[in-house]
């Protein structure tokens, strides 16, 4: 029986090991990814916080850039389809859940695991996204950008936030929850006088304003990938290392009793010599 466990708990880190190596690999794709779309997305922010001060107050204000009536609100929540990365859905769960205690806000979730942790807590949930691609496509984003943009403006919210693990290094990340929409301008943002925009100033933010929201939404998606990668490297590996541990323990036990055996068997054949010479 022991000799079967040993068999079964050397199996199961062979798994483990080769799941590490797996989540290293695609760890390593996505990390290529948000290396890539940072400076896109850093410089196309940078360029609307600056046409944003052409329309951001009064009459002619553009629909993104004004807070809707107090009241309501939508938390985008970034999880994952799968499980096997330790703690890094729980700890952005309980996050979510700390934030908005007391409150009436409305729920999109993303990922399989978000759906099943949220179908029991008191919250609206508005819609979910499930099994999306790896890594996430700029389509896959701007889809749930698109749909999330018209809950904003049909439903009057006051603020949508996205709620996702930020990605600090591998192993390791931050539950996060920073403002979506109304887009917000950098208070230290350049003015947009030099700016030279054809047809016009306003034409260009209707056209970059939609496009920097997305891409802020496709690099949240993509750090939240990183990091679940990074925390399921890590899991294997702990897995692995326990097994391993598990497998030398349950060796030593099964030399303690096989000796414990022989010793037995000694036993009952010198007893039998004595009692036979007796």
């Not at 708990?9 to 080769?18: L, N, R, S």
């Not at 700890?91 to 978000?114: E, I, M, P």
């Not at 490297?233 to 000796?259: E, F, G, H, I, P």
């Amino acid at each position: 029986e022991v000799r079967q466990r040993i068999k079964a708990v050397k199996g199961i880190g062979q798994v483990t090991k080769a799941m590490k190596l797996v989540a290293s690999v695609k760890l390593r794709r996505v990390q290529d990814k948000v290396v890539q779309i940072r400076p896109y997305t850093e410089t196309l922010y940078e360029i609307a916080t600056r046409l944003a001060a052409v329309r951001g107050d009064g009459e002619a204000a553009h629909p993104l850039l004004v807070e809707g009536p107090a009241g309501a609100e939508v938390v985008v929540v970034i999880g994952s389809d799968r499980g096997l990365c330790g703690s890094f859905n729980m700890a952005l769960f309980r996050h979510v859940v700390a934030q908005l205690r007391g409150t009436d806000a409305n729920l999109v979730l993303v990922g399989r695991k978000a759906r099943e942790f949220f179908a029991r807590q008191p919250f609206n949930v508005v819609k979910t996204y499930e099994r999306l691609g790896f890594p996430m496509t700029w389509a896959e984003a701007d889809q749930i950008g698109r749909d999330t943009v018209t809950l904003y403006t049909f439903m009057k919210l006051s603020r949508i936030r996205l709620a996702y693990q930020r990605f600090l290094s591998p192993g390791v990340s931050k539950p996060s929850m920073i403002p979506w929409l109304p887009f917000t301008r950098a208070a230290s943002a350049a003015p947009a006088a030099d700016l030279r925009c054809e047809p016009s100033a306003e034409a260009v933010l209707d056209l970059v304003l939609p496009r920097a929201l997305i891409a802020q939404l496709q690099q949240a998606l993509l750090e939240s990938q990183a990091s679940e990668q990074g925390a399921r490297m890590v899991a294997m590996d702990n897995a692995t290392t326990n097994s391993s541990q598990l497998a030398s323990d349950l060796n030593l036990l099964a030399n303690k009793l096989r000796q414990s055996g022989i010793t037995k068997e000694l036993l009952e054949i010198t007893t039998g010599a004595e009692a036979l010479n007796n």
